[in-house]
T-cell receptor, first 112, second 115 residues
Framework: GAVVSQHPSRVICKSGTSVKIECRSL??????MFWYRQFPKKSLMLMAT?????????EQGVEKDKFLINHASLTLSTLTVTSAHPEDSSFYIC????????FGQGTRLTVV | AQSVSQHNHHVILSEAASLELGCNYS??????LFWYVQYPGQHLQLLLK??????LVKGIKGFEAEFIKSKFSFNLRKPSVQWSDTAEYFC?????????????FGSGTRLSIRP
């Protein structure tokens, strides 16, 4: 089946710094990818839809200047958490679809 | 926009008990429906999916789900649970067939199985 790879799986950063998370579709092209955030013991909250070659579409309440999304190729989307704060600590998951969704393994971000 | 409701937040069962987890969605058009499972410390795995055709779909590990269009429901069932089924279960809905359609998740149901 299709594979989506996410990197890094874990990252710890200092407050005020920026962190970039990569999401790659390994064996298919994805013009659209999705970024989710999962809080502990909570569901996945869709943050934004990443569109290859154009601007991302953000869900209501998600700060686009804080969560920068770049989808420069058909196999790579990146999420950059800018000026990270402890409240940004969370589990971030990307996905890409064919007829179903394939998820990356997630990135555990801890901001200290 | 579509939405998903999972009514059971935490279900506790004994081994060999039967399971049914409720899922209702809201969307007026064609939907694709999914159940995902997340075992402790692991990422999401697809249990089963419904696109069209037979409304009773069978998935992995003995799970099945029935799409009832009139009730906007897609409940997950398993006749006899095992301790290894302890996990978080998420119902999800995708509007239409396009790969650009987003998937919206329900709030999840935590299933705890007593050995």
């Amino acid at each position: 089946g299709a594979v989506v790879s996410q990197h890094p799986s874990r990252v710890i950063c200092k407050s005020g710094t920026s962190v970039k998370i990569e999401c790659r579709s390994l064996d298919f092209q994805a013009t659209t990818m999705f970024w989710y955030r999962q809080f502990p013991k909570k569901s996945l909250m869709l943050m934004a839809t990443s569109n290859e070659g154009s601007k991302a579409t953000y869900e209501q309440g998600v700060e686009k200047d804080k969560f920068l999304i770049n989808h420069a190729s058909l196999t790579l989307s990146t999420l950059t958490v800018t000026s990270a704060h402890p409240e940004d600590s969370s589990f971030y998951i990307c996905s890409a679809h064919t007829t179903e969704a394939f998820f990356g393994q997630g990135t555990r971000l801890t901001v200290v | 926009a579509q939405s998903v409701s999972q009514h059971n937040h935490h279900v506790i069962l004994s081994e060999a008990a039967s399971l049914e987890l409720g899922c209702n969605y809201s969307y007026g058009g064609t939907v694709n429906l999914f159940w995902y499972v997340q075992y402790p410390g692991q990422h999401l795995q697809l249990l089963l999916k419904y696109f069209s055709g037979d409304p009773l779909v069978k998935g992995i590990k003995g799970f099945e789900a029935e799409f009832i269009k009139s009730k906007f429901s897609f409940n997950l069932r398993k006749p006899s649970v095992q301790w290894s089924d302890t996990a978080e279960y998420f119902c999800a809905v995708k509007a239409g067939y396009s790969s650009a359609s987003k998937i919206i998740f329900g709030s999840g149901t935590r299933l705890s199985i007593r050995p």
